[in-house]
T-cell receptor
């Protein structure tokens, strides 16, 4: 158990809809990261927060947004969903940003857009 | 263009064989991590390499960081079916704060 909790585990929704994915980081971790993994693909970096502030942004679509709250949990909002948004969405946390703070991953939210 | 390129992309071998997975970049990384991901789960950290030329061993797995800190390799000796999974190298993209993953190597070890 990594200590990172993601909810829900599965999500099935229709095109055009909006969903919210939730992540609770490991106790003591201040950094939260979001990744998208499509079928048989690698992990695509979406966005990173550190202690409530956005620290780095990857190839995140404008239809997607995220935030980290004062209690350090994070939410990823996906709107105007398209079929191509179907993927596994992972949240990870680390003590601090930087190379020597390895990431601890949740088990992901599997999003299916129909 | 992927900043961290891994090769091979797929590898299917028999139990007991040796294999090497490569992670290459044109950029210098201050450190690299290796993760293994199993189906339906998040990646799990295997090792961090920090110093150029560093070699770390984890049972039958040997990790090396290139002298110039632009590449790394993972060697598995006498592979077991339990080694099956997706192997990913990762690191913080220099100057951007983005923590990125390599393209991945999907390993299947047949009994």
């Amino acid at each position: 158990d990594s200590g990172v909790t993601q909810t829900p585990k599965h999500l099935i929704t229709a095109t055009g809809q909006r969903v919210t994915l939730r992540c609770s980081p490991r106790s003591g971790d201040l950094s939260v990261y979001w990744y998208q993994q499509s079928l048989d693909q690698g992990l695509q970096f979406l966005i990173q927060y550190y202690n409530g502030e956005e620290r780095a942004k990857g190839n995140i679509l404008e239809r997607f947004s995220a935030q980290q709250f004062p209690d350090l949990h994070s939410e990823l909002n996906l709107s105007s969903l398209e079929l191509g948004d179907s993927a596994l969405y992972f949240c990870a946390s680390s003590v601090a940003p930087g190379n020597n703070s390895p990431l601890h991953f949740g088990n992901g939210t599997r999003l299916t857009v129909t | 263009t992927q900043l961290l390129e891994q090769s091979p992309q797929f590898l299917s071998i028999q139990e007991g064989e040796n294999l090497t997975v490569y992670c290459n970049s044109s950029s210098v990384f201050s450190s690299l991590q290796w993760y293994r991901q199993e189906p339906g789960e998040g990646p799990v950290l295997l090792v961090t390499v920090v110093t150029g030329g560093e070699v770390k061993k984890l049972k039958r797995l040997t990790f090396q960081f290139g002298d110039a800190r632009k590449d790394s390799s993972l060697h598995i000796t006498a592979a077991q079916p339990g080694d099956t999974g997706l192997y990913l190298c990762a690191g913080e993209n220099p100057g951007t704060y983005k923590y990125i993953f390599g393209t991945g190597t999907r390993l299947k070890v047949l009994a």
